[in-house]
């Protein structure tokens, strides 16, 4: 199974992006799909959690501003970002766990919010 993100890139504070990762390969056994992101020298870090049912997790500093949704084939989850901060600035990874292949990490891509 492989993920592949898309979307990202520069923006002003107070702007709008939107990401989608996709993933393909063998049959897609997973119960979310998730967004990280990780700012230079801080850790990774959850920004919202997708079940294949039931209620989207966000972290707290998103909520409110970031909205996920799952595609309807399931295999591809999108992250539509409004009211950008500077601090919002990181490289965002789609990440499932796979229950047969375990964690799996998409390529990452910068997403960078200008002050």
């Known amino acids: 199974v492989q993920l592949q993100a898309s979307g990202g890139g520069l923006v002003q504070a107070g702007g709008s992006l939107s990401l989608s990762c996709t993933a393909s390969?063998?049959?897609?056994?997973?119960?979310?799909m998730d967004w990280y992101r990780q700012a230079p020298g801080k850790e990774r870090e959850l920004v919202a959690i997708?079940?294949?049912?039931?209620?989207?997790k966000y972290a707290d500093s998103v909520k409110g501003r970031f909205t996920a949704s799952r595609g309807n084939a399931k295999n591809t989850v999108y992250l539509q970002m409004n009211s950008l901060k500077f601090e919002d600035t990181a490289v965002y990874y789609c990440?499932?766990?796979?229950?047969?292949?375990?964690?799996?990490w998409g390529q990452g891509t910068q997403v960078t919010v200008s002050s």
């Open positions: 990440h499932i766990d796979h229950l047969t292949f375990g964690h799996i």
């Open positions: 390969g063998s049959p897609f056994h997973v119960n979310s």
């Open positions: 997708v079940p294949n049912r039931g209620r989207i």
